[in-house]
């Protein structure tokens, strides 16, 4: 490792280094809207696959078996994290990682509306205890996108009388489950589950309709100011923010009118439209990142063709500096990243992308950014979502035909030699 130490020593000695994780994508056995969604339209998304999918990622032949198989789309035992979390938090250890995010499912708390179930709160609650007897930092995260299904049946987040139900699990959460947490992440990525389930329309509930999004947008606003208001109130100490999906978006042509309008509109949109309006209702700012977007004339997305992830998406890991530069003139709080990684089955590019996030890291703390904490995503191999099972974000992978063999990829092996090196500096 020939890093330059001397550079390392601008990460704070209390810098979280971690990984994150999702309920839905990794535990197994859940019971949620998204459960019944991918079971009605598992056959119907292999059939389309090659339609929806062929052209914009890079190597469709190595994808296209497991694209194109309906098992694909069903996320089922997940990665059995459920079961097997006091592993999974070995393997963070070993790694050299002192931090990690993972979600409290409300399925799994609520199940039917009104009625608890108390195993669940004690699952929960030991999982947490798990994570402190191994000194990792728990950022426990209350939405990333699941619901339980009457919640789901009542309108979900496109009424907002139903933001009450919301108020009433997290205030269970504040009362069962924080006494050994300080950072909780409210929601995660507003912007991309709105934009998906009712703008295009891909995932569930499939809306397409602009109303309904303006109105899941601003009642997920609303729902993150009262859960922020229930979580300080029942212990003040609590570090309370969302994580939100930032793209470094930058114009193609730096001094095109157009391109910079196109850029401004986006950037403002996307990136900073929901966090302003939530100001004062957050205690640090949560990233997460991507990738970059290159904009020209009239919101007409121009990236460069390589180097893509197995996704398709344009990486550009150094986009994390002025994001990080951006994010702290904006709001002056203290900064996590709460996502970044990469669909890298060949673990080809994830060490490079590692080395160069560093860096942007290094550059943002030498200029004053108060960075306090890096969580890649993610752990271990995950259902992704609209793809299904084949794209590959894993430090560890899982071979879920194996046995739910988890492999720590070379990457994540030069990821915590890193920690260690920099930890030391
Ligand atoms: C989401 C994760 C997802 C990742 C990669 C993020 O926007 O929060 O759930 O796995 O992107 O697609």
Redesign the pocket.
Known sequence: MNENNNNDKIFPKSFFWGA?T?GH?VEGGLQDQWTLWEQAHAKELAQTAHQRQADEIPFWSNVKDAAEDPDNYISGRGVEHFKRYKEDFDIVKQLNMNAFRFSIEWSRLEPKEGKWDEAAIEHYRKYIAELRARRIEPFANLW??TLPVWFEEMGGFKKRSNVKYFERFVQKVAEELTEDLTFIITL??PN?FTTFGYTIGEWPPQEKNLISAVKVYFNLIHAHKRAYKILKKRKPMLQVGI?Q?LANIQAKRPHNFFDQLSTKIMRYYWNWWFSNRIRNQQDFLGI?Y?FSDYYTGLFKRVNPKVPLSD?GWYMEPEGLYPLLLRSWAHFRKPIYIT?N?L?DAQDEYRRWWIEESIVAMQRALSEGVDLRGYLH??LLD?F??K?GWW?K?GLVGVNREHHMKRTIRASAKWFAARIKQINKA
């Open positions: 994150s999702a994508q990333h996108w995660n990525e991309v994580a999906q997460n991507y996704v996502e990684g669909a995503w993610s995950n992704e979502w793809y794209p974000y």
